[in-house]
């Protein structure tokens, strides 16, 4: 059974074929409380390659990705951020223009098996909804191959590689950057 979060604005739902068998799957817009916030970096900080060593040890600093305060006190979100039922996943776009946006999809239970539709919506709703021209995402190469083989399954291209911009573990690790246009991907190469 899963849990989904009460007073929050449901953006899709998705029926995902997980192992345990079929699984409706709720998607909400992330409410940036400090009780959301905490929830999400208790649960992410568990995995040592969501985040560098300062991120998952600070609070503040993992705050200070998702939310900024201007100069007269106003706190912003530093991008949309939407949660899986009651934080299995979560993206974050991130790096929004006009045009573009950078996705990151993680699912804090460590799974991705069944989960390929529930991802292809999140991306078709941002699409439809912003209006994206495309969206992007990274994963570094200490990530493991079921990761950057679930982003090559939504059809996202592989765009070329940035050299040694990741610390983790003691050593800099290269990263590889993908996309997908909004066309290829709402004319049936992804869904």
């Given at each position: 059974?899963?849990?989904?979060?009460?007073n929050q604005e449901l953006l899709l739902s998705v029926v995902c074929d997980e192992p345990e068998g079929k699984i409706k799957r709720n998607?909400?817009?992330?409410?940036?409380?400090?009780?959301?916030?905490?929830?999400?970096?208790?649960?992410?900080?568990?995995?040592?390659?969501?985040?560098?060593?300062?991120?998952?040890?600070?609070?503040?600093?993992?705050?200070?990705?998702?939310?900024?305060?201007?100069?007269?006190?106003?706190?912003?979100?530093?991008?949309?951020?939407?949660?899986?039922?009651?934080?299995?996943?979560?993206?974050?776009?991130?790096?929004?223009?006009?045009?573009?946006?950078?996705?990151?999809?993680?699912?804090?239970?460590?799974?991705?098996r069944g989960r390929k539709d529930l991802a292809i919506e999140m991306l078709k709703y941002a699409f439809v909804t912003y209006g994206f021209?495309?969206?992007?995402?990274?994963?570094?190469?200490?990530?493991?191959?079921?990761?950057?083989?679930?982003?090559?399954?939504?059809?996202?291209?592989?765009?070329?590689?940035?050299?040694?911009?990741?610390?983790?573990?003691?050593?800099?690790?290269?990263?590889?950057?993908?996309?997908?246009?909004?066309?290829?991907?709402?004319?049936?190469?992804?869904?």
């Amino acid at each position: 059974m899963t849990e989904t979060l009460t007073n929050q604005e449901l953006l899709l739902s998705v029926v995902c074929d997980e192992p345990e068998g079929k699984i409706k799957r709720n998607v909400y817009v992330m409410e940036l409380t400090p009780e959301n916030i905490r929830k999400f970096w208790e649960k992410a900080r568990k995995y040592k390659w969501l985040f560098n060593e300062q991120l998952r040890g600070d609070f503040n600093k993992f705050l200070g990705c998702f939310v900024e305060q201007d100069s007269a006190g106003n706190i912003t979100a530093r991008g949309l951020n939407w949660v899986v039922d009651d934080f299995v996943g979560v993206l974050n776009l991130t790096n929004i223009t006009d045009s573009e946006a950078t996705a990151h999809i993680s699912f804090l239970d460590g799974r991705i098996r069944g989960r390929k539709d529930l991802a292809i919506e999140m991306l078709k709703y941002a699409f439809v909804t912003y209006g994206f021209h495309r969206i992007n995402t990274a994963t570094p190469l200490f990530d493991k191959l079921a990761t950057i083989n679930f982003i090559k399954s939504l059809n996202f291209v592989p765009e070329g590689r940035k050299r040694k911009c990741v610390f983790y573990n003691g050593e800099w690790w290269d990263e590889l950057h993908f996309g997908i246009l909004k066309e290829e991907f709402l004319n049936g190469s992804s869904a």
